[in-house]
């Protein structure tokens, strides 16, 4: 098992710039590739997007591609979200999450969760 602990979360003004942190515990997350997806008040969990084991590929929500960059350090047991240029209708928690193969989109794929942290943009 591994345990996920999201971090970063903060206001930001829309335009600005916020990167996220997911530390793992428990197993090495290099044994998993690794996805963020995020929440919105009274909306479904969606996917961000995700890293591959090695971190090596990379793939995006069309909302966020070209805004948003996740990254990996293994050695460091931790995975990244730099989030460029955030709009207001990216308010939501974000939470990060462990699955078998990147290429994975849906929740139900990912078998562990952080506990997610609150990322604010004001406008």
């Not at 805004?67 to 990060?96: G, H, Q, W």
């Amino acid at each position: 098992q591994v345990q996920l602990v999201e971090s970063g979360g903060e206001l930001v003004q829309a335009g600005g710039s916020l990167r996220l942190s997911c530390a793992a515990s428990g197993r090495t997350i290099s044994t998993y590739a690794m996805g963020w997806f995020r929440q919105a008040p009274g909306k479904e969990r969606e996917f961000v997007g995700s890293i591959s084991r090695s971190g090596s590929s990379t793939l995006y929500a069309d909302s966020v591609k070209g805004r948003f960059t996740i990254s990996r350090d293994n050695a460091k047991n931790t995975v990244f979200l730099r989030m460029n240029s955030p709009k207001p209708e990216d308010t939501a928690v974000y939470y990060c999450a462990a699955t078998m193969v990147y290429t994975a989109v849906s929740t139900g794929s990912y078998a562990y969760w952080g506990q997610g942290t609150q990322v604010t943009v004001s406008s």
